[in-house]
């Protein structure tokens, strides 16, 4: 019972994490005075490292409770499945591409004002939102199964 506790916990935190940088953070720096372009921009690369390390670090607990016996089920094992695979692309491909055009930005390049690749991490951050919520209705549901008298 408590690594069911332990995997709802980080799940949920996970989701929070998510939701006060991407989706509050992320655009209200730039509206705070006397912050520029490129300050937010740094400021961004560097809050969005961390969070990644963040998300790794609550991804690699909820495994060692998947391993450890926090039963979610087959499609609780999927949810988490396309969770890390979205984290994966966001690690490898999408942060690493972001912070190349924040470079160049930065550094007085003229970049393409819309991209693609910020709604890539925008529809992978709301996607993991509601993928973690979902997962977290699973712990939770399993939790109260093994709580209530059978």
């Known amino acids: 019972m408590k690594i069911h506790f332990f995997a709802l916990m980080c799940i949920f935190l996970w989701a929070g994490f998510v939701c006060a940088i991407s989706f509050m953070e992320a655009w209200l720096k730039f509206r705070a005075p006397g912050v520029t372009l490129p300050i937010g921009l740094g400021i961004g690369k560097l809050i969005f490292a961390a969070l ?3 998300e790794w670090v609550f991804g690699i607990v909820i495994f ?3 391993l450890k016996g926090a039963a979610i089920g087959m499609p609780g094992k999927v949810l988490y499945g396309i969770l890390i695979f979205i984290l994966s692309i966001q690690t490898f491909w999408l942060l ?4 190349i ?5 930065i550094s007085g390049q003229v970049v393409m004002s819309n991209h693609y690749l910020h ?3 925008i529809i992978g ?3 993991k ?3 973690l919520t979902c997962l977290g209705v699973s712990v939770f549901r399993t939790l109260t199964n093994t709580m209530s008298p059978a």
């Open 129 to 131: 939102v509601i993928l």
């Open 96 to 99: 690493p591409a972001l912070g």
């Open 64 to 66: 060692i409770m998947l």
């Open 125 to 127: 951050e709301l996607i």
């Open 52 to 54: 990644n390390k963040v």
């Open 101 to 105: 055009r924040a470079d160049a930005h």
């Open 119 to 121: 709604w890539f991490f």
